[in-house]
């Protein structure tokens, strides 16, 4: 199956980008050369990049959506969209640090180029402007300001509860459930109802996106766990079963781990080594959580949270080609490439 | 000279230590553990400190004389008082990455003991929190969240500075006490004037309380980087000399390498030395920067500033007995004990 990419993705990045660019512009010289780099504005050296911006704008897109759905041009919900998209990579930069990871978007992740100590503050700073440009319009703005703000506790949470399974060899299946939903679920659910709430849209409708983006979300990051296992590197942009070698306790991994088979022990044993895993392991692993039946599993609960994400927006009133739009988008983000 | 904490500094932790509490209880267990020990609220195995709260309370005193000076009680600016202080504790657990400290307050660093990627998550949920607290009471509230705001982009930009300074061997006086100002003073002027803006007070009082803030600020951190070099451990919390053997780009360091003095110039020698400085070296340097004239000369600076402090707040209209807590905790907060 081939899937493309929803054009509003595109058209999210031509409109939000100059937001997103002018305030990164605010910052201070030393602050703002990370940002651009991690942002996809300008190289290492602080050269302007004109193709301007890498990452796929997903987030922005569904904000803008969320405006329309309220009846209103998606331009009215640039500030709101730039913001969403600053506390993502504001998570981004920082996860880069805590998880060690070296390549982001076929790219040197900032931390490597800059240093820890500059990554923390540029990611300090986008989460900083991400506030600051909702609060200047009161009082929709505030409340999306709000909104933000508990995603960004909840994503928080999530990276907090990630960072300690790493210590714990008891994880369970529910916990990490927890944990994929306030990493990745509440930002996305953030991203589809804060476009009504910035405009002033009806509350119910800020409600079922709310819900529909909270299970796309949960969607995506069950199908994004299964791409870092069994996705093509040229898909997901990193090494063959990093997930794996790094002993991630993402969601089927841990269903693999709880699942009281031959496999799943397995797999136990093997993350129970004090060593590196070789490639060798690493493909057994890959091996064993299928065989443990956490592949078919988890593309089952993939597909219920895409299911419950649509029949929430079945549910709520708004023009169809935004439903339409909204639905597409879910499609492409939960879409198996491999 | 002996210098007493103004009362105010213990009556500011009785009042606000609940509130930072019980804004740090909505995190989760993983990151609140993180959280807590930093602020003294509980030890490394999580069990709580029932003396409650290191640290000197300082912004949260000025945050509620702030109030106080708009004639208002010093608990209707409790949250205000809280959110600064969040937000000093958020430069702290990031900054300690950044600098490689492993102590404060006479305790290891929270990255020493959680790991830095706890540590750094840590920092951004006291930050997230801030904004939140103050958002809850529009419209003062947003107001003062947007002054807080403010402040938090200029520490940012403080603490880049200070980092890209590490890098370069020709950064001059002017830059660095920008440095000093965004770092340090823009907070202080946050704290002195959130009150009133919380409040609800006149514009007017918050601006020069705001300029009270910033010259004591400054005063404070100039103050700050003698006592790096010449404070005794005991007063410090840090190990002699630490500054110096750090080569840390301070107010006086950069003063005496631009000094155009041959004290100035064998110090920027021994700056240049590839190896880590010896106990001699650092001695050596100590007496470098006092035979630049540095050491006077900031002496001079720091003095100016807080008599700049004092004529900002000679000029406001104010209870006079919080003129002379404001005048009484910046003086404390400026005192050179060595």
């Not at 909270?214 to 942009?237: K, N, R, Y």
């Not at 088979?261 to 129970?272: E, H, M, Q, S």
């Amino acid at each position: 199956m081939t899937v493309v990419m929803p054009a509003g993705v595109q058209t999210a990045r031509d409109l939000v980008g100059p937001a997103i660019s002018q305030a990164v512009s605010r910052l201070s010289p030393a602050v703002r050369a990370v940002a651009s780099y991690h942002l996809g504005l300008s190289d290492a050296t602080g050269q302007p990049i004109t193709a301007g911006g890498t990452g796929k704008a997903l987030r922005p897109a569904l904000a803008l959506l969320s405006a329309r759905a309220a009846g209103v041009g998606p331009e009215r919900a640039v500030v709101p969209a730039a913001a969403v998209e600053l506390v993502h990579n504001f998570s981004l930069l920082h996860d880069d640090i805590m998880d060690g990871d070296t390549e982001r978007r076929h790219q040197p992740t900032a931390w490597t180029v800059f240093g820890v100590g500059a990554a923390i503050l540029a990611g300090d700073a986008l989460l900083a402007l991400s506030q600051d440009i909702l609060m200047e319009t009161p009082p929709y703005g505030v409340w999306a300001a709000r909104c933000l703000s508990a995603a960004v506790l909840r994503l928080i949470a999530g990276q907090g509860a990630d960072l300690e399974f790493e210590q714990r060899d008891d994880v369970e299946v529910a916990e990490c459930l927890d944990m994929a939903g306030d990493k990745t679920a509440a930002l996305m659910a953030c991203a589809c109802s804060i476009g009504v709430i910035y405009v002033g849209g009806p509350p119910g409708l800020a409600m079922s996106l709310s819900g529909f983006g909270a299970h796309a979300g949960l969607s995506f990051q069950l199908v994004d766990d299964l791409l870092g296992i069994w996705g093509a590197p040229e898909v997901t942009g990193k090494p063959v079963g990093s997930d794996l070698r790094a002993r991630k306790k993402s969601v089927p991994v841990v269903t693999a781990l709880a699942s009281d088979t031959d496999a799943g022990r397995d797999l136990a044993k093997l993350f129970g080594k004090s060593e590196p895993l070789t490639d060798d392991e690493v493909l057994h692993a890959t091996q064993l959580v299928e065989a443990a039946g956490a592949k078919v599993r988890i593309e089952e609960m993939a597909d219920a949270e895409l299911a419950s994400a649509l029949a929430c927006l079945a549910d709520a009133e708004m023009p169809e080609d935004v439903r339409a739009e909204f639905a597409a988008i879910a499609e492409f983000i939960t879409a198996r490439q491999w």
